[in-house]
């Protein structure tokens, strides 16, 4: 068949881009300001429970005890699947896997309107984890594949920034809804359609190397390319497949998981738990939690952002990787402490949503640990180091919400639960000062 007439499946086009000589196109940055979109998108889904809470608790009549369990459904399929997913990943590509999460999660969050009672809401909650669980690996897995090592930083945290972002929009976005329709099952039928039309939209942009894309030229694609081969000629054994098991002896390997598992105890434990709080502790209304959630999720996003360029700025100017990363980790864990400590010893409640907003603001500087994937595992094993990083993270989140929800009804009070967040933020430090940050660990 000549060339001529060759059927091309979009996606799976390997011939190199057109317009050679050209300035360097700047599509990587398209594709992840749309991975920004998609994982607000994410994080607006999985907190839209959180925002509805006042209301769901009353319709629904349920306990402490047994919110703690709704809030933690969501983790139990979320983390079981992610070594599964990081597989697949590997194996198919980050296109297909983030794309169709996307559409699979936003139909399982309308699905969540038709809760009815405890049983129903938990089913929705498990089916919304295990469809959201690809999205954060692949992420990972673009970042290796699309960035050259000294871009990766701005990378991990513009796609990582949808947290704070979708979580602050989130916020004012499902109380607004909630407010306009007078429904919290409305706003959720919403949420869910246009997430689903996101997820359609990404299957249709995305590719999983920069030469298979069409607003690629040569030569951006080269100028990858070129970043790819330098790093691989210093790692040991270049850029090949391997197995989880031969991550497990390294010393970085489990800083690394500990490190994004004590990340996501403070994380998730004010995300699922914030709104309920600020309600019960300091009288807010269902429109004073959305606006609550803007201005500290907000912050988060901002320190995210800020995060990310203070790491390539300093590393472009000739910090070592590991001076700049633990400086830099070290620094948001003391303030994320200190600032926790504040809320629990500070009762009032202007102050307590400022001391909140200054910690997520450095608490996201953890976004950078979403370059470690590829750091650590080379773009051939992205996938399946992130995912096992996922896992680790999210077993902080299917533990949080449940102790908190004891911690609460059993002593009435969230100051053992804040507590509990300062325990969790002292993991995250500790962790990030052992990881290696200069190197890709030697595999077989």
Known sequence: MSSANRVRVPGTDHRPPRTAGARPTRTRW????????????????????????????EDLHLSKEVTGFVLSAFFWTYALMQLPAGRLIDRFGPRRMAGGACVGWGAATALTAAATGVGSLLTARLALGAVEAPVMPAG?????????????????????????????????????????????????????????????????FLRDTPREHPGVNDA??????????????????????AKLSDYL??????????????FNGVFYGLLTWGPLYLSETKGFDIKSIGWSTLVIFGAGFVGELIGGWLSDHWRARGGGANTVQRTLMGTAGAAVMAGLLGVVLVPDATTAVVLLS???????????????????????????????????????????????GFIVGGTGSYTWALLYFVGAGALFTVSSLVIDYSRRLAVR
């Not at 004012?172 to 329709?181: D, E, R, Y």
């Not at 706003?187 to 246009?194: D, L, M, N, P, R």
Request: a positive charge.
């Open 249 to 262: 002896k390294y010393r970085s390997f489990w800083g690394m998981c500990l490190g994004w598992m004590g």
């Open 220 to 241: 951006e694609a080269e100028h990858i390319e070129k970043a790819h081969a330098a790093e691989d000629a210093l790692a040991a054994g270049g850029d090949r497949p």
């Open 358 to 404: 200054v910690v997520l603001f450095f608490l996201r500087w953890a976004g950078l640990y979403w370059a470690l994937p590829s750091t650590l595992g080379g773009r051939a094993n992205a996938g399946v180091v992130g995912a096992a990083m996922n896992l680790s993270g999210n077993i902080a989140g299917i533990v949080t919400p449940i102790a908190v």
């Open 140 to 204: 990972g897995k673009l970042n290796a594949q699309w960035l050259p090592a000294e871009e990766r930083g701005r990378g991990a945290v513009l796609m990582d920034g949808g947290a704070p972002l979708g979580s602050a929009l989130g916020g004012v976005a499902i109380s607004g809804l909630i407010a306009w329709t007078g429904s919290w099952r409305i706003s959720f039928v919403v949420a869910g359609a246009a997430t689903v039309a996101v997820g359609f939209f990404a299957l249709w």
């Open 30 to 57: 398209k594709v992840f300001l749309l991975l920004l979109g998609i994982v607000s998108l994410n994080y607006i889904d999985r907190g839209s429970v959180s925002v509805a809470l006042p209301l769901i608790t």
